[in-house]
């Protein structure tokens, strides 16, 4: 009998978590290239979004209880941002790629630069504000 792995997808980190949107299109998918380029140099740990998406508990706890969360959204839909929201997790830094003059175009058209470009933001702090908890197009 097969035994079927266990998914961790970011539970159980202390530190920085980083939840890129993965999306299909160029930017979306430079979220997920600069997350794990941003794990690999030690800055955070990748999560999976779709398991926050649907509301895991151990999950959503680590996120809860992790020193900072780090969103990186490929365009303006801002969709890892408004699933974070929706578990109740805010984030401390929010990054979108297209901000940072990315043009969103088809899956696989991004250079080597352009994950750089995505990771030196979140390093430099790109995105952090004084108050991410409301949601892209809320008015008062």
Same mark, same amino acid.
């Given at each position: 009998?097969?035994? @079927?792995?266990?998914?961790?997808?970011?539970?159980?980190?202390?530190?920085?978590?980083?939840? %890129?949107? #993965?999306?299909?299109?160029?930017?979306?998918?430079?979220?997920?290239?600069? #997350?794990?380029?941003?794990?690999?140099?030690? *800055?955070?740990?990748?999560?999976?979004?779709? &398991?926050?998406? @649907?509301?895991?508990?151990?999950?959503?706890?680590?996120?809860?209880?992790?020193?900072?969360?780090?969103?990186?959204?490929?365009?303006?839909?801002?969709?890892?941002?408004?699933?974070?929201?929706?578990?109740?997790?805010?984030?401390?830094?929010?990054?979108?790629?297209?901000?940072?003059?990315?043009?969103?175009?088809?899956? &696989?058209? *991004?250079? %080597?630069?352009?994950?750089?470009?995505?990771?030196?933001?979140?390093?430099?702090?790109?995105?952090?504000?004084?108050?991410?908890?409301?949601? %892209?197009?809320?008015?008062?």
């Amino acid at each position: 009998m097969t035994k @079927i792995p266990t998914c961790t997808c970011g539970e159980n980190e202390p530190g920085r978590i980083i939840f %890129p949107c #993965a999306g299909q299109a160029n930017t979306g998918q430079l979220s997920n290239l600069a #997350a794990v380029e941003l794990t690999e140099e030690g *800055y955070g740990s990748i999560a999976c979004v779709a &398991k926050l998406a @649907i509301g895991d508990e151990g999950l959503v706890k680590s996120a809860m209880n992790a020193d900072e969360v780090v969103v990186i959204d490929g365009c303006p839909l801002q969709c890892a941002k408004k699933i974070a929201l929706a578990q109740g997790v805010v984030p401390a830094q929010h990054v979108i790629v297209t901000d940072l003059g990315i043009g969103k175009g088809p899956s &696989k058209s *991004y250079t %080597p630069d352009d994950i750089e470009t995505v990771v030196s933001a979140c390093w430099r702090g790109v995105g952090k504000s004084a108050d991410l908890s409301d949601p %892209p197009g809320r008015q008062e």
